[in-house]
């Protein structure tokens, strides 16, 4: 018998309308013009997909029910299961002054544990198989992707694929894009049973954004993202944060800190690049700019921009003084970038005597694959990782990739062939560390490295 998926999927409205065009455009995007679900079978199984959702075969989900079983992943179907928050500090701060808001925004994230390593939100990219991933490698909290407010509370199906988590991932933030404060806060009261924080993303520079009226382009409308920050605020057990990008000028970047904090959010993620630097590899992050708005806000801050290997962080953290760091690029092609691991590009940078760790990132697509097994989530996601983990070795041998792309229905029998292929061809290109980090392993034998922090 096939196991239902786990999902999160509540209050769902029925004769619902999607009331602006980005909603549309995101829903023809993800599921196309019909409302199926497909989901994949064991990889001993070949899948028979309905006809009709060929040109959408990317976003069925993968899953294999007999993994699942075990899983303690969160469900509900209404607003009546909500469990309390045991992670709540209490009611909402909606009687609190400034104060008291700085002390319990500090208790909260020293009660996390003050995480430092930090998956940052990527759209399609931070689901629960990845962030799941990285956590073994080192990570200490994660981002889920941005999610679409009023789609997740409009739409069963797109929480149900969107969002999904376990008991084991945590700390957690979950991040919604949004311009409505009361379709946020709706959205928002569905996930904070399961998260430590909700986040607002209000940094996303591209188009979609720009045209949604959401990110970064709010920066244009602050007593808009004001009136987002003070309606969660006001009404959530979990905390606020926010992502944000800096200004150009420095002191618009500053007050615009100090508002937020003002609002109620109670911590701060910096991207330290403005909304119309875009190209992450040519154009630094100004770590000096995250400095100064550490030092003009008192709640916790988060550095985000430059983190490609371990000793980034340390340069980061003593730069900014932040009490945390976010990567998102450079963890999509090395997840474990976070335990001490790094590619070539990297290695070959390093003034260290550098050793090949033993671990490359086929070895990391296949220990993502088998947790995509036990989380399911749509295969657009897996077609994307596999890219960004074997590029290097997808640019040695084209064909490989070449059959990758050609292949309009994934299995897991294919990718483990894939992998196996490349293997076979003699490719590898391995992960590198520190000469002086070489020996340390855990108790189950995945080598890990001090990151020092």
């Known amino acids: 018998m096939r196991l239902s998926r786990p999902s999160i999927s509540c209050l769902h409205r029925k004769n619902s309308s999607l009331k602006d065009p980005l909603s549309t ?38 899953s294999d029910a007999s993994r699942c079983s075990s899983l303690k992943q969160h469900t509900y179907s209404s607003s009546a299961d909500l469990p309390s928050p045991s992670f709540s500090l209490g009611s909402p701060s909606r009687c609190l002054n400034g104060e ?77 894009c949004a311009n409505d404060p009361d379709i946020l806060l709706e959205a928002a009261r569905m996930v904070e049973p399961y998260c430590d924080y909700v986040d607002i993303n209000l940094g996303c520079p591209q188009r979609i954004a720009r045209r949604g009226n959401y990110g970064a382009f709010l920066m244009d409308k602050l007593p808009v993202i004001k009136s987002l920050v003070e ?48 190209d992450g590899k040519s154009i630094r992050a100004d770590w000096n700019a995250i400095k100064s708005l550490k030092n003009a806000v008192r709640i916790p801050v988060l550095a985000n921009g430059n983190i490609r290997h371990v000793d980034d962080v340390h340069s980061c953290l003593e730069a900014t003084g932040a009490d945390g760091v976010l990567s998102a690029e450079s963890l999509l092609e090395n997840p474990a970038l976070f335990a001490g691991y790094r590619t070539a590009e990297w290695a070959e940078g390093s003034d260290d005597s550098m050793l090949d760790a033993g671990l490359d990132q086929a070895d990391l697509v296949i220990e993502y694959l088998k947790l995509c097994e036990r989380y399911p989530v749509p295969w657009r996601m897996i077609r994307s990782h596999v890219h960004k983990m074997l590029g290097d070795w997808f640019r040695t041998h084209p064909h490989v990739r070449a059959d990758l792309n050609a292949q309009s229905i994934l299995t897991f029998e294919f990718l483990y ?37």
């Open 100 to 176: 008291w808001r700085i002390e319990r925004a500090w208790a909260h994230w020293k009660k996390l544990g003050q995480p430092k390593l930090i998956v940052a939100p990527m759209v399609d990219n931070s689901e629960l198989p990845f962030r799941m991933l990285c956590r073994k490698y080192g990570a200490e909290a994660a981002y889920t992707p941005m999610l679409h407010s009023r789609i997740f509370s409009e739409t069963e199906k797109y929480r149900t694929q969107e969002f999904t988590t376990c008991t084991e991932d945590r700390p957690l933030f979950v991040q919604f």
């Open 25 to 62: 455009l995101l829903l023809r995007v993800l599921y196309g013009n019909n409302n199926r679900s497909f989901m994949a079978t064991p990889i001993t199984q070949t899948p028979t997909p309905p006809v009709d959702s060929q040109e959408n075969l990317d976003d069925l989900l993968c």
């Open 417 to 453: 062939d894939l992998v196996n292929r490349l293997k076979e061809l003699g490719t590898r290109i391995p992960l590198y560390t520190k000469d002086s980090d070489a020996g340390r392993n855990s108790a189950n034998g995945v080598a890990t490295f001090n990151a020092g922090v």
């Open 231 to 278: 309606k969660l605020a006001l009404n959530l057990h979990v905390p606020v944060s926010c992502k944000i990008r800096i200004f150009p000028n420095l002191q618009d970047t500053i007050s615009y800190a100090r508002m937020l904090e003002e609002a109620g959010c109670s911590l701060l993620a910096v991207h330290g690049r403005t909304r119309d630097e875009k």
